[in-house]
Structures are given as C-alpha cells and as structure tokens.
C-alpha cells in the first residue's frame, strides 16, 4: 500500500488536536493528584505523601512542555465539552476509586502515545515533539504501576479495580471515536486503536 502524503504542513493540525487531548489529560491528572491528598488521612499522607507529589510534578512538567509545541501549531481549545466532562466524571470521594479510574486513564494514554510515535506521520513531526512524547510515554508507564499500587494499598477490592478499568477504557474509547479523522490523518489505525484501549488499556 503507498504511504500517504504526509508533510509537516498537514501533519499540524492533528497534532495540535492530540497535544490538546493529552493537555487536557495531564491537567486533569495534576488537579486530580492534588485533590486527592487533600483527602487522605494522616496514615495514608505519609504512605503515599512522596509518590503524589512525584506525580503532580510529572504532570504539570508535562503540560508545560505540551504547551510549550502547542505554540507553534495552529491553535485548539484544551478540552471541548465531551471531554471536560470525562475528566470531571473520573473524580470520585473515594480515594482508591479515584486513583483506580486515574491508573485506567493512564493506560489508555500509553496506548495512544505508543500507536501515534509507531506512525510514519511521526517523522514529519518535529523531532522534539518527538522526544517529548517518549518521555511522556515513558512517565505515563510509571504513572500506571504507581497509581494501581496505591489504589490496590488503600483496600480497593481486586473485581472492583478491574470493573472501574473496564469502565474507563469504555468511556475513553467513545471520547477517542470522535477524533478518529485526526488519528487517521496522523497515520494511526483508530479502529485498531480503540478495540485496544477498549480490550486493555
């Protein structure tokens, strides 16, 4: 099949449209680990104290480096309507629920991260988005086990954790549906993308 006709032109505005989404994401996420704390019990501050603030960290590092490629292309809102309300609908008052649907967004993030740097598109993309995304990817792997080890530590049952996986991935496939034109533009198989996060994550 010949490759499509990709050039750093084209390739703009759906990367602008992806650096939104994941903007959206890492700003949820970082709001997401503050309000958690915030709800701890002193017991459960100093077990999880250093790995929330870890990730806070990681998250905001993230937006602003996301930001910071986001200025070079064209500009698009961080977050339409559909996906505000996904984000809000992730929060929940129990602390191991949350960090369970949290641990879930994750890894649908390093599922779509994995399958847009695995596009040829990607090498019409300036390199340093490039290098951006890996170390994001790489974060985001981290963010998974961290985030599933502690929900699992504040007694979230294990059929539970897997039912608010299984619920997450749903909800964010159905989010990813409608930019599938962007994925595909960007070289990405989005039927194949989203059976994956709707299979695992």
């Given amino acids: 099949m010949p490759r499509p006709p990709y050039d750093r032109l084209s390739a703009q505005p759906q990367a602008a449209a992806l650096l939104a989404l994941l ?9 997401a680990f503050d309000r958690i704390a915030h709800r701890l019990s002193p017991g459960q501050m100093a077990l999880a104290a250093p790995d929330l603030a870890q990730l806070v960290a990681d998250e905001r590092r993230h937006d602003a480096v996301l930001a910071a490629h986001a200025e070079v292309l064209p500009v698009t809102a961080v977050g339409d309507a559909a996906t505000r309300r996904f984000f809000r609908r992730l929060e929940s008052r129990e602390t191991c629920v949350h960090l369970a649907r949290v641990a879930a967004l994750d890894a649908c993030v390093c599922q779509v991260l994995s399958r847009v740097l695995a596009a040829p598109v990607q ?12 170390g994001i990817r790489r974060d985001e792997g981290r963010h998974v086990r961290v985030t599933r080890r502690l929900a699992l530590e504040f007694d979230i049952e294990t059929a539970r954790f897997r039912q608010i996986g299984f619920e997450v991935r749903a909800e964010f496939a159905s989010l990813l549906l409608s930019r599938a034109p962007a994925f595909e533009a960007l070289g990405v198989d989005s039927t194949a993308l989203i059976a994956r996060v709707r299979r695992d994550g």
């Fill in 23 to 31: 903007r959206a994401g890492e700003q949820s996420a970082g709001a």
């Fill in 123 to 134: 090498e019409f993309l300036n390199p340093s988005l490039i290098e951006a995304l890996w």
